[in-house]
């Protein structure tokens, strides 16, 4: 079994910043892709960024520029930072990381999510 532990949420003013993890431990042999999603109640939920095991990233066209995904393989730790935060940012945000166990199985494991609310 894996566990995730996300962390870093919370309340922040316009423009500010904010570093989001997301800690795997368990039974891990090797994670490949580490991911994070956000979600607004009522609104479908949005691919935020991934990174690959050996580097290659991806982020929503809403945020390029703004947020930096990063991976520590040691750790088995995903992070988040965000920059120039606008209201438009509040939502729960998840993490999901695509295990490869000691016995060579895959498995998709997600985080309980933690609340980034950009407000004045």
């Known amino acids: 079994q894996v566990q995730l532990v996300e962390s870093g949420g919370g309340l922040v003013q316009p423009g500010g910043s904010l570093r989001l993890s997301c800690a795997a431990s368990g039974n891990i042999f090797v994670i490949n892709n580490m991911v994070w999603y956000r979600q607004v109640p009522g609104k479908e939920r949005e691919l935020v960024a991934d990174?690959?095991?050996?580097?290659?990233?991806n982020y929503a066209d809403s945020v390029k520029g703004r947020f930096t995904i990063s991976r520590d393989n040691a750790k088995n730790t995903v992070y988040l930072q965000m920059n120039a935060l606008n209201p438009e940012d509040t939502a729960t945000y998840y993490c999901?990381?695509?295990?490869?166990?000691?016995?060579?199985?895959?498995?998709?494991?997600w985080g309980n999510g933690t609340l980034v609310t950009v407000s004045s």
């Open positions: 990174i690959a095991r050996g580097g290659r990233l």
């Open positions: 999901y990381v695509d295990v490869v166990n000691w016995f060579r199985t895959p498995t998709r494991y």
